[in-house]
Nanobody, 121 residues
């Protein structure tokens, strides 16, 4: 029914930049909040950034001022611009979106497959 496809992960040096992209496709009726989570080895999955359907944003304290989330509603896409990357940003990043399909009356949270971000010299 619904698929979230992520791209843009990779290996970067400390202080570098990276842009993650997540595109939703399928029998989509409406998309509410979209966001990015990350999970490092031995740690719980945590919220990195989220953006509402009207553009309101929320960031984790650890990335505030360095990361910026945005969305393109016409393309059902959410972006995460990551600047000033640090080794502690290393994790698998997962896209998440609250989506109502053409066949349901409620929103449901969908997840992308995850993309690896490694910050190392």
């Amino acid at each position: 029914q619904v698929q979230l496809v992520e791209s843009g992960g990779g290996l970067v040096q400390p202080g570098g930049s990276l842009r993650l992209s997540c595109a939703a496709s399928g029998s989509i009726f409406s998309i509410n909040t979209m966001g990015w989570f990350r999970q490092a080895p031995g740690k719980q999955r945590e919220l990195v950034a989220a953006i509402s359907s009207d553009g309101g944003t929320n960031y984790a304290d650890s990335v505030k001022g360095r990361f910026a989330i945005s969305r393109d509603n016409a393309k059902n896409t959410v972006l995460l611009q990551m600047n000033g990357l640090k080794p502690e940003d290393t994790a698998v990043y997962y896209c998440n979106a609250a989506i109502r399909t053409e066949y349901s009356g409620s929103y449901y949270g969908y997840w992308g497959q995850g993309t690896q971000v490694t910050v190392s010299s």
